[in-house]
């Protein structure tokens, strides 16, 4: 049935069923078109007629590929939108606000896969919202327009703390607590969530903090994303004397031309350590206690890399050596250490394996337990690591995105992980540990052994499998190798 709520914007309508009240592409700040382009979020204006919510708004302009099928979705730079999965029933129920992943260019809050329901029946109010992608939200102008375009390169970001900031002003509306906020996220979003824990402009509008496979290891300098621009306005036939011709440019053929632009190191856009929403790096800041007193659940998954290599048509027929060599260059670099024991006496299905698990260590394992260290002398800090294998892509980046929300059933997520009996119970003790801590601050949930908190000493992980498990330093020789690699970068 329909159902409306009243905001301090105006009155909002919504679906309820089967318990939980939905209001879908609820806009959180006006527009960013034209003149907007590239500048910070503005708040939205309050509306006089009722906001119909009962359907999703459109995503923002990003480019298809296939782990992002876009049919279906209407695209506007009128994005900034975000969707409410409340209880039916009672108020003060905690919050959790959901960034998307997708590389900092493309994924939306309206994937089937972060479908609120299970939260909302657990009493959570689930947000998921949607940001600027790609060139529209990280494009760094400062260098071309002066103070105005100063914080340009991270307008992406300060979408996220817009969104926190209406979720703070309306939440209680919809049932939820504004001063019971756990922002999280998975692989950008994790990086987002790592980066809003130490903005100081984000501080107070989350008390927790849920990143999945992500931390914000390496802000772009200023000097990249200047020559990233240039790249961008070569493509574009754009010289830089005339760069507000970005403005005239539709967004389709906006992210389209950033799409062509060949990696040079990893992800090409994101954030940017621009001097002004950004004015340190993130283990800077950690150390320096900028996200004190924020517990914090964070992990990775065994075999990050295989989403990548899966998608890699090339991966399975290159020799050893060109296996060797792709990694070095994409994921890299391959020391001598790192040889010695990934590499060495190793061949076949066994070397790409243990390729995988390199580049699963160095971008997404080893910065998590880096990060938890730090964080641990300041707040309770709760490690896991994915280690169920749900699927022939193994324990694979994003998939235990479904488990967590309860979504893996849904065909989308289907074709990734499959279908066994083992789901639901994997899924049922995930979503349970999730919804613990955003009520509690901890994960203890049934059907879990007693999850401690991390420390550099013990280094209790919850092993989530088949049969969930906590190992103290798992893989200790490694987590070793990778603390002497990479200590002076960390």
Not at 298 to 322: F, I, K, Q, V, Y
Not at 328 to 343: E, F, H, K, Q, T
Request: proline share 7%; glycine share 8%.
């Amino acid at each position: 049935m329909d159902v409306i709520v009243e905001t301090r914007y105006g009155r909002v309508l919504g679906r309820e069923e089967d318990g939980v009240r939905a209001f879908l592409g609820v806009p959180y700040a006006k527009a960013p078109q034209g003149e907007r382009r590239f500048l910070p979020p503005e708040p939205v204006e309050p509306w006089a007629d009722v906001l119909d919510a009962r359907a999703h708004g459109p995503i923002c302009p990003q480019v298809a590929n296939p782990l992002n099928p876009v049919d279906g979705f209407v695209q506007s730079e009128d994005c900034l939108r975000l969707n409410i999965y409340a209880p039916a029933e009672g108020t003060g129920h905690p919050v959790m606000v959901w960034i998307h992943g997708g590389a900092f260019v493309f994924g939306s809050g309206q994937s089937p896969w972060y479908d609120g329901h299970a939260f909302a029946k657990d009493g959570v109010v689930l947000v998921s919202i949607n940001y600027r992608l790609g060139p529209l939200g990280f494009l760094h102008l400062a260098h071309l327009g002066g103070e105005a375009y100063a914080s340009s390169g991270n307008a992406g970001i300060l979408d996220q703390i817009a969104a926190l900031t209406f979720v703070r002003d309306t939440i209680e509306a919809f049932g939820g607590d504004p001063n019971r906020v756990t922002v999280a996220g998975e692989s950008a979003g994790a990086w987002s969530v790592g980066t809003l824990l130490v903005t100081e402009s984000a501080r107070g509008l989350f008390q927790q903090a849920i990143l999945q496979s992500g931390i914000p290891f390496a802000y772009r300098t200023p000097e990249f994303a200047e020559w990233w621009t240039t790249q961008l306005l070569d493509a574009l036939g754009i010289n830089q004397a005339s760069w507000r011709r970005l403005f005239d440019v539709p967004a389709a053929d906006l992210v389209a031309a950033a799409a062509r632009i060949p990696a040079r190191d990893g992800l090409n856009l994101r954030p940017v350590l621009d001097g002004v929403t950004l004015t340190r790096s993130f283990w800077d800041a950690l150390r320096e206690g900028q996200a004190a007193h924020v517990p914090t659940l964070a992990g990775s998954n065994r075999e990050e890399l295989m989403l990548w290599m899966a998608r890699d048509p090339e991966w399975r027929t290159l020799s050893d050596e060109e296996r060797i060599a792709r990694v070095d260059r994409m994921w890299g670099p391959l020391g001598d250490r790192a040889r010695d024991y990934y590499v060495d006496g190793r061949q076949g299905e066994e070397l790409a394996a243990w390729l995988v698990r390199f580049a699963s260590m160095r971008s997404f394992t080893y910065p998590t337990i880096r990060a938890a260290e730090i964080q641990s002398e300041y707040a309770p800090v709760y490690l896991y690591r994915f280690d169920y294998r749900p699927s022939q892509l193994g324990a694979a980046h994003a998939l235990e995105i479904p488990f967590v929300f309860g979504t893996y059933a849904h065909p989308s997520a289907r074709v990734l992980v499959g279908d066994r009996p083992s789901h639901a119970a994997v899924s049922e003790a995930m979503h349970a540990a999730w919804v613990s801590f955003v009520r509690h601050g901890s994960p203890q949930a049934p059907h879990l052994p007693e999850w401690p908190t991390y420390d550099p000493k013990r280094r209790s992980t919850m092993i989530f499998d088949e049969t969930s498990r906590v190992e103290e330093d798992p893989d200790t020789a490694e987590r070793e190798l990778w603390s002497e690699m990479m200590s002076l970068s960390m």
